[in-house]
Structure formats: structure tokens, C-alpha cells
């Protein structure tokens, strides 16, 4: 079972509501792993896991999926993906991911500059604002953002964000409150958060219509 932490999450939570400026990873948190089974239609396809490890001045937070869906035991696609990410006084320093989405090679790196974000995104360079928010939807901070940065090539998505009230669903096996958003746009996901601003459940519609769902376990 993965510790508690409810002060330093509910810091979290009002950083966060301040708005994009006042995104925030607080330092006081301990390493923390969030393990999701990634499901299509009820079947299990892959993994998605967040493992945040603060430091004394900064925060990692690394991310690892696989999914592979199967046809008669014959895999039709795969999508893989490896993102480090580095947060500092409360807005992200650095990133970097390698993505195989299917066939399409992605790579990306963020980097802080003395204004912005610099971002190189296959081969391709820009900048983005210092506060800018990446969508690996782990951050509580994401429900408050009109834009989020692509993780796999660093473009910048809008987004809305609907709040869709307290709901009950299943973590680590047991029922649990959590607050329900709709992201809609550039990005469509709908986020569950428990009360302590942790990341439960996420779930989208495929390019073949199927229901994605990512569910928090042990």
C-alpha cells in the first residue's frame, strides 16, 4: 500500500488552485510510486507508472507505459513511452521522453531558460512560458490550465476543463471518493483526483472508439 501523506498533498491541491503560475510539486513529499493497469474494454493491455522522488531543492517524477493490444495472440499495436520529468520552486526545470507509438519514433527535450521553456521536440525547437504544465496528467495543477505541452513532441494543446463533481470508484481494490474532470480539446481525458490531490483513475476513447481505462492498484 503506498503511504499517506494528506498535509503535504492538500498543500499541493491549494498551489495549485492559485493557478498556472503557482503549479507546485511541494519537496515534503516522500517517493511515491502510482502503479495503473492500463485496460481496453475491460481487458488488460499494459502498465502506466509514476514514480516521484523529491530532493532536497527539486522533484523527479519519471513515467513508464506499455501497452500492447492483442488480435488471436498477434500484437496489432504497441505504444511505449520513458518521460523523466524535473520540477523546481514549483514549475517544471527539465524534461525528457522517448515515445514508439505504433511504429512513429518521438523524442523530446525541455529545458528551462532564463524566461521560458526551450523545447526541442523531434528535431523541431520552440519555446513555451516558464509556467507551462506537461500533460502527464499526475500534476492536480492540470484541472486549472487552458494549455498543456504534448509529451511526446512538446507542441502546446488547449484544453477545457469541465468539473464533474465528487464521484466513488475503485483504487487498489476498494472504493474511494475522488473529484471527476473532463478534459475536452486537443486533448480528451477524464481525471479522477482522491482528496489528497493523488492521481486515481483516467480514462479516454481510442481511435478505434474503445474505452482506455487507467486504474490505480498496489
Known amino acids: 500500500?503506498?503511504?499517506t501523506r494528506p498535509a503535504a498533498?492538500?498543500?499541493?491541491?491549494?498551489?495549485?488552485?492559485?493557478?498556472p503560475a503557482s503549479a507546485a510539486v511541494p519537496s515534503q513529499l516522500g517517493d511515491e510510486e502510482l502503479r495503473f493497469t492500463?485496460?481496453?474494454d475491460g481487458d488488460e493491455v499494459g502498465h502506466h507508472t509514476l514514480s516521484i522522488h523529491p530532493g532536497s531543492d527539486s522533484t523527479r517524477v519519471d513515467v513508464d507505459t506499455k501497452v500492447v493490444v492483442k488480435v488471436a495472440f498477434v500484437a496489432v499495436y504497441r505504444f511505449e513511452h520513458q518521460g523523466h520529468e524535473t520540477w523546481k520552486n514549483g514549475r517544471l526545470v527539465a524534461l525528457s521522453s522517448k515515445t514508439?507509438?505504433?511504429?512513429t519514433d518521438h523524442v523530446l527535450k525541455v529545458a528551462a531558460g532564463p524566461n521560458d521553456l526551450e523545447v526541442t521536440g523531434d528535431?523541431?525547437?520552440h519555446e513555451l512560458p516558464a509556467t507551462t504544465i506537461p500533460a502527464s496528467l499526475w500534476n492536480p495543477a492540470t484541472i486549472h490550465q487552458?494549455?498543456?505541452m504534448n509529451t511526446l513532441?512538446?507542441?502546446m494543446m488547449t484544453v477545457s476543463v469541465a468539473d464533474l463533481g465528487q464521484d466513488t470508484v475503485t483504487v487498489r481494490g476498494q472504493p474511494e471518493a475522488a473529484h471527476h474532470y473532463a478534459l475536452t480539446g486537443d486533448l480528451d481525458r477524464e481525471l479522477w483526483y482522491d482528496a489528497r490531490g493523488t492521481l486515481v483513475r483516467?480514462?479516454?476513447?481510442?481511435k478505434d472508439d474503445s474505452e482506455i481505462l487507467y486504474v490505480l492498484g498496489d
Do not use: I, N, W
Not at 9 to 19: H, I, K, M, S, Y
Not at 202 to 206: H, Q
Open 1 to 3: 500500500m503506498l503511504p
Open 9 to 19: 498533498l492538500a498543500a499541493l491541491l491549494l498551489l495549485a488552485a492559485a493557478g
Open 38 to 40: 492500463v485496460l481496453k
Open 100 to 103: 514508439h507509438d505504433d511504429g
Open 123 to 125: 528535431g523541431s525547437t
Open 146 to 148: 487552458g494549455t498543456l
Open 153 to 155: 513532441d512538446g507542441h
Open 202 to 206: 483516467v480514462r479516454f476513447k481510442a
